[in-house]
C-alpha cells in the first residue's frame, strides 16, 4: 500500500517526545574543535578569552531515541540512511553551559527519484542553555525507501 | 539568446547553490549564457525577488517550477497564481494529463524533464502506460543526466515529435550552462519565455566549454 506522507506528516509532527541535558565541558569543545579540522584559538584553546563551540558542535549530541514511540517503519529492507544535517547557530556555546535538548518530527516530506518513492522524515533537536535562550537548532535528515506495492 | 532552463537554487531542499553565486559564476566563467530559469522542487517561489541580480550582472533571472507527476518529472514555465491555486505542488504523485490541462488553462506550459531517465522519466512510464495527449515538449538535453539517458530522450522526443528544450539541472554552482536553450526572439519576463515555447523557434544546446559527462 503506498504512503500516505501527508497523514504521516499530520499525524507525527509538531510534538516532542524527548529531552534530554548536557552539560558542556571545555574539553570536549576543544576535541570537537580539533576534529573538524578548526585550528583557530578561540574554537581549540580553552584559555582564549572568546572560547566557544565551533558552529556544528552541536551534532555532536543525540537524543535517547531517534523516532517518537511505534513511528511507523516503512520498509521491511531496510532502516534507512542519513540524508545529512543541517545547523542553526543562535547563540555561542561555551563551557559550563548545561543544554537542554527537545527532540520532535520537525518535517515529512515525499519525493521521487532514480530510485522510487523516498520518504524524508526531519528530526529536529532544539538546544537551549541554561537560561533559556535558544543555542542551536539541528535538523536530522533521514531518509527512508518505502517497499514497492 | 540563450538560457539556463532547469536549475535548483537552496530555496530547493536540494539544492546547494545561492543564486548570486550562480550569477557570479557565469560571469566569471564567461558562459554563453543570458540567464537562467530558477524550478524549484515541488514548489514555486514567489517570495524571491531576483531583480537586483539581474540588474548587477545582466541576466535574466526566471522563475518557474519542477513538480512531480505519475509519469514523472514537469518543468512548469510560467506559473502564475491561477495555476498555484489549481495545483497542490508539494504533491508526489499529481496526474501528468492535470498538469498539462491546468498549464494550459492558466496560460503556463508543461515540459517534461528528463524523460530518459528511470523512474522519473517520462518514456519510462511510455514505456508502460503508452504515451499521454497533450504533451509537445520534452528536455531532451539534461546536465544531470547519465550516459544514455539524453540520447533515449532525443530518439523518443523524435519518435513522438515532441520539440525539445535544454536545461543544466544545477544543484550546485559549477553545474549551470551544462546545457541551454538558444531561442530566435529576444525574452524579458516568464510570460514571453511560454509564448517563445510555445511559438516552437527554439533548439536545445549542450554548453560546449561545460557540456556534461
Given at each position: 500500500?503506498?504512503?500516505?506522507?501527508?497523514?504521516?506528516?499530520?499525524?507525527?509532527?509538531?510534538?516532542?517526545?524527548?529531552?534530554?541535558?548536557?552539560?558542556?565541558?571545555?574539553?570536549?569543545?576543544?576535541?570537537?574543535?580539533?576534529?573538524?579540522?578548526?585550528?583557530?584559538?578561540?574554537?581549540?584553546?580553552?584559555?582564549?578569552?572568546?572560547?566557544?563551540?565551533?558552529?556544528?558542535?552541536?551534532?555532536k549530541y543525540h537524543g535517547r531515541r531517534m523516532w517518537p514511540p511505534d513511528f511507523p517503519r516503512l520498509s521491511k529492507r531496510s532502516v534507512g540512511f542519513d540524508g545529512g544535517k543541517r545547523v542553526e547557530v543562535h547563540a555561542p556555546i561555551r563551557p559550563g553551559d548545561v543544554l537542554t535538548a527537545r527532540s520532535q518530527i520537525h518535517d515529512i516530506y515525499g519525493k521521487t527519484g532514480r530510485?522510487?518513492?523516498?520518504?524524508?522524515?526531519?528530526?529536529?533537536?532544539?538546544?537551549?542553555?541554561?537560561?533559556?535562550?535558544?543555542?542551536?537548532?539541528?535538523?536530522?535528515?533521514?531518509?527512508?525507501?518505502?517497499?514497492?506495492? | 539568446?540563450?538560457?539556463?532552463?532547469?536549475?535548483?537554487?537552496?530555496?530547493?531542499?536540494?539544492?546547494?547553490?545561492?543564486?548570486?553565486?550562480?550569477?557570479?559564476?557565469?560571469?566569471?566563467?564567461?558562459?554563453?549564457?543570458?540567464?537562467?530559469?530558477?524550478?524549484?522542487?515541488?514548489?514555486?517561489?514567489?517570495?524571491?525577488?531576483?531583480?537586483?541580480?539581474?540588474?548587477?550582472?545582466?541576466?535574466?533571472?526566471?522563475?518557474?517550477?519542477?513538480?512531480?507527476?505519475?509519469?514523472?518529472?514537469?518543468?512548469?514555465?510560467?506559473?502564475?497564481?491561477?495555476?498555484?491555486?489549481?495545483?497542490?505542488?508539494?504533491?508526489?504523485?499529481?496526474?501528468?494529463?492535470?498538469?498539462?490541462?491546468?498549464?494550459?488553462?492558466?496560460?503556463?506550459?508543461?515540459?517534461?524533464?528528463?524523460?530518459?531517465?528511470?523512474?522519473?522519466?517520462?518514456?519510462?512510464?511510455?514505456?508502460?502506460?503508452?504515451?499521454?495527449?497533450?504533451?509537445?515538449?520534452?528536455?531532451?538535453?539534461?546536465?544531470?543526466?547519465?550516459?544514455?539517458?539524453?540520447?533515449?530522450?532525443?530518439?523518443?522526443?523524435?519518435?513522438?515529435?515532441?520539440?525539445?528544450?535544454?536545461?543544466?539541472?544545477?544543484?550546485?554552482?559549477?553545474?549551470?550552462?551544462?546545457?541551454?536553450?538558444?531561442?530566435?526572439?529576444?525574452?524579458?519576463?516568464?510570460?514571453?519565455?511560454?509564448?517563445?515555447?510555445?511559438?516552437?523557434?527554439?533548439?536545445?544546446?549542450?554548453?560546449?566549454?561545460?557540456?556534461?559527462?
Amino acid at each position: 500500500m503506498p504512503v500516505d506522507v501527508a497523514e504521516l506528516k499530520q499525524s507525527w509532527t509538531g510534538f516532542e517526545f524527548d529531552r534530554v541535558e548536557f552539560p558542556v565541558t571545555a574539553e570536549e569543545l576543544a576535541e570537537f574543535a580539533r576534529a573538524v579540522g578548526e585550528s583557530a584559538p578561540w574554537f581549540v584553546d580553552p584559555a582564549h578569552p572568546d572560547f566557544r563551540a565551533v558552529p556544528n558542535f552541536a551534532t555532536k549530541y543525540h537524543g535517547r531515541r531517534m523516532w517518537p514511540p511505534d513511528f511507523p517503519r516503512l520498509s521491511k529492507r531496510s532502516v534507512g540512511f542519513d540524508g545529512g544535517k543541517r545547523v542553526e547557530v543562535h547563540a555561542p556555546i561555551r563551557p559550563g553551559d548545561v543544554l537542554t535538548a527537545r527532540s520532535q518530527i520537525h518535517d515529512i516530506y515525499g519525493k521521487t527519484g532514480r530510485s522510487g518513492m523516498m520518504v524524508f522524515i526531519i528530526h529536529r533537536m532544539e538546544f537551549s542553555n541554561q537560561r533559556g535562550e535558544l543555542a542551536a537548532l539541528v535538523d536530522w535528515r533521514f531518509l527512508q525507501q518505502p517497499d514497492p506495492d | 539568446m540563450i538560457l539556463d532552463l532547469h536549475n535548483h537554487s537552496v530555496r530547493s531542499d536540494d539544492g546547494k547553490a545561492r543564486v548570486e553565486n550562480y550569477c557570479q559564476w557565469i560571469r566569471r566563467r564567461g558562459l554563453a549564457v543570458d540567464g537562467f530559469v530558477l524550478s524549484e522542487h515541488r514548489q514555486f517561489d514567489a517570495e524571491s525577488d531576483y531583480r537586483p541580480l539581474e540588474d548587477e550582472f545582466g541576466l535574466l533571472i526566471l522563475k518557474a517550477s519542477e513538480v512531480e507527476t505519475d509519469y514523472g518529472h514537469v518543468l512548469v514555465f510560467g506559473v502564475n497564481e491561477d495555476l498555484q491555486a489549481a495545483l497542490d505542488f508539494a504533491r508526489v504523485d499529481l496526474p501528468l494529463a492535470d498538469v498539462l490541462r491546468e498549464s494550459e488553462r492558466c496560460g503556463a506550459l508543461a515540459v517534461p524533464c528528463h524523460p530518459g531517465r528511470p523512474n522519473v522519466g517520462l518514456f519510462a512510464h511510455y514505456a508502460a502506460r503508452g504515451p499521454v495527449p497533450g504533451v509537445r515538449l520534452v528536455e531532451t538535453l539534461n546536465g544531470g543526466s547519465r550516459s544514455g539517458e539524453n540520447e533515449l530522450a532525443g530518439r523518443e522526443a523524435e519518435r513522438y515529435g515532441y520539440a525539445g528544450i535544454g536545461g543544466s539541472d544545477a544543484h550546485i554552482v559549477s553545474h549551470i550552462g551544462r546545457c541551454a536553450t538558444r531561442f530566435e526572439e529576444t525574452i524579458r519576463s516568464a510570460e514571453g519565455l511560454v509564448a517563445a515555447l510555445r511559438a516552437g523557434r527554439y533548439e536545445a544546446i549542450a554548453c560546449p566549454s561545460t557540456s556534461p559527462s
